[in-house]
């Protein structure tokens, strides 16, 4: 997405030649008509598959996920939560995620309500590294009785194993920038 890679270029920091941030549009600050063309690009993407639900995590896949929901015609959206609430004290799904940003393991949470058995589910991220967070959204996923149907990413470190992992695992994954590198802490795009 030519729009993406421009505002990444333009408002981008790398900092170590290994993370990206882009907070100033994507989610400290969000540029409300950028994400809502991510979310029409998503819907293009994936539009040959019949989509039931979106999974995302908090926080930053909320935004590019509701978007993405709202272009597919209003279909419903669950996110995880990264920690365990009073409201959610049983009956849910759980997965084990490392984060790669933040150098700590946490619990995601989705209550088994919102994220029936027998759907067809698109997961939304905003970052594709490792591959963690979204392997721990489809281990919920499946454990819910439900399909994977695709992962839509809004950056993608093609020189991290995430993509691999989750290709090698048969996921259909569209991302919306890729990057094969940082060199003089500046992105090199992979298209």
């Known amino acids: 997405m030519e ?32 994400i809502m063309d991510m979310g029409r690009e998503f819907a293009r993407r994936f539009n040959d598959i019949h989509i039931d639900r979106i999974v995302t995590i908090e926080t930053s896949g909320i935004a590019v996920a509701l978007a993405t929901a709202v272009a597919m ?34 619990t995601a949470v989705i209550s088994r309500h919102y994220l029936p058995a027998g759907e067809q589910i698109l997961i939304i ?10 392997a721990g959204l489809v281990q919920m996923v499946e454990d819910a009785g439900s399909t994977v149907a695709g992962i839509g990413i809004v950056v993608e470190k093609s020189f991290q194993p995430g993509r691999r992992a989750l290709a090698g695992k048969g996921y259909r994954v569209e991302a919306l920038a890729r990057i094969k590198a940082f060199e003089d802490n500046r992105p090199v795009f992979a298209e």
């Open 3 to 34: 729009e993406l890679k421009k505002r990444i270029l333009q408002d981008g920091l790398i900092i170590d030649n290994r993370i990206l941030k882009i907070d100033s549009f994507l989610n400290h600050q969000i540029d409300a008509a950028l």
């Open 73 to 106: 015609g209003g279909i419903p959206l669950v996110f995880a939560r990264k920690k365990k609430s009073l409201l959610l004290k049983d009956d849910m799904y759980t997965a084990e995620i490392y984060s790669y940003t933040k150098e700590e393991a946490y």
């Open 125 to 134: 991220d905003d970052f594709l590294a490792s591959g963690a967070a979204a």
